[in-house]
């Protein structure tokens, strides 16, 4: 498939936030060592990819799909977001301790906390201290990466860490609006394929278009940030220490005066409602989704890319009217084997669409079947999304090409 943007090997220019080296200068990557005791342990990238593999098998995966000059920088961008994002739900930290960690953690991730923070993050019994205590081959692994590519790990970090610093910092975690959940997801998600993208253009393997191209990028984090944040949806309401609240107060705010009540039995047809209206939010992103895959040239970047995407579609459609989501357990997990079957099948745009157009008519389905019903308040406007989605996908793909009957999960359809 050819380039629409940009051409292969141009030198990536810088993003808004100049976090690229600038062209016809030499690559600089510095960063100032706090005082503090260094992280134990040599930089061994085998070690690193383990310990992604053991936290997130999917995400390892995909990492090793990449071609060789990123998997390893990939894997190590993964960790790094990991582990802000570990630390910001940690309730076992005081939360002033973790706002400090944060702020700072895009520096103290090379060289370990100050000797300020010792005994905070890292230092604890919680999910933070049980990655971090294992992170010395990452952090010195990320040093030994080549500059360019740390330079957008460090940005990530930074962005990531200072982002959720200031969302605990104003005290109460839940957030009000779509817009603040927006704003959430970026912190936690959308920050990891915009460094993913100039990653891209850093190394050479696809079009400089990559390097800027942060709006699309973000909203393709958003994509799939949303679909996590719904399946987790139980297990935060739940967690130990008190309940984290991710979903937006304008969405269940309208029929409980709390959060925790989404998970009572007797109010399922309200919390489904809910669910449906946070599930049609996320489909909104697949236009941005399907720009950023259009630009892929290469078969194994774009599977890794794409991988995913097609998982958390699915996601959406298996998570779309099923009550036994606030139930927690298998039902809110990912389809086993998805990732790993897409990144063996989804070579490139094409196939992408393909799978795209199956599981929208699935959902289509189910959205049709929650219209007859006529319980679910959101029906109608979840059939107008799906619809739209699916009309653009059949669209691209006309323009792509014309293909015969195809076989996805489940499902046969004739995408066009």
């Not at 706090?34 to 995966?61: K, N, T």
């Not at 691209?396 to 004739?414: I, N, Q, S």
């Amino acid at each position: 498939m050819a380039i629409r943007d940009g051409r292969r090997g141009e030198p990536a220019g810088n993003g808004p936030e100049k976090l690229l080296t600038p062209p016809g200068k030499a690559a600089a990557y510095t960063v100032p060592r706090p005082p503090g005791p260094p992280w134990r342990g040599a930089a061994d990238i085998g070690a690193c990819h383990r310990l992604l593999a053991s936290v997130d098998r999917d995400a390892a995966a995909c990492a090793r799909h990449l071609p060789p000059s990123l998997r390893d920088a990939a894997a190590l961008l993964h960790l790094a977001l990991l582990g802000a994002r570990a630390i910001a739900s940690d309730a076992t930290l005081p939360l002033d301790a973790r706002v400090t960690a944060l702020r700072g953690y895009h520096e103290w991730i090379l060289w370990g906390p100050p000797r300020a923070s010792r005994g905070s993050a890292g230092a604890g019994r919680g999910p933070s201290s049980r990655l971090l205590s294992r992170f010395g081959p990452v952090a010195a692994s990320l040093r030994r990466l080549e500059p360019g590519l740390a330079t957008v790990v460090a940005g990530a970090a930074r962005r990531s860490g200072c982002g959720a610093a200031e969302l605990l910092a104003h005290g109460a975690e839940p957030v009000a609006s779509v817009a603040d959940f927006n704003r959430w997801c970026h912190f936690t998600g959308g920050a990891e394929v915009t460094a993913l993208s100039q990653m891209l253009a850093v190394t050479g393997l696809e079009a400089a278009w990559f390097a800027s191209a942060h709006a699309v990028a973000d909203e393709a984090g958003l994509f799939l940030r949303k679909i996590e944040s719904i399946r987790a949806v139980a297990e935060d309401l739940r967690r130990a220490g008190g309940p984290r609240v991710s979903w937006p107060e304008a969405v269940w705010g309208r029929a409980f005066g709390a959060p925790q009540s989404m998970l009572e039995p007797s109010r399922r047809a309200d919390a489904v409602a809910c669910l449906n209206e946070m599930a049609t939010d996320g489909l909104t992103h697949i236009p941005a989704c399907l720009s950023f895959l259009e630009g892929l040239s290469r078969a194994d970047t774009f599977a890794a890319v794409a991988a995913p995407m097609v998982a958390a579609l699915a996601g959406y459609v298996d998570a779309y009217g099923d009550g036994r989501v606030f139930e927690g357990g298998a039902a809110a997990r990912p389809r086993p084997g998805l990732v790993a079957r897409a990144l063996s099948e989804v070579a490139s745009y094409v196939d992408c669409l393909c799978w795209f157009v199956a599981l929208l008519e699935a959902l289509a389905l189910k959205v049709a079947e929650a219209q007859a019903g006529g319980a679910d308040p959101c029906a109608d406007a979840a059939a107008t999304t799906v619809a739209a989605m699916l009309t653009l996908c059949r669209k691209k793909l006309a323009a792509e090409e014309e293909w015969e009957d195809t076989e996805v999960p489940g499902v046969t359809c004739r995408c066009w």
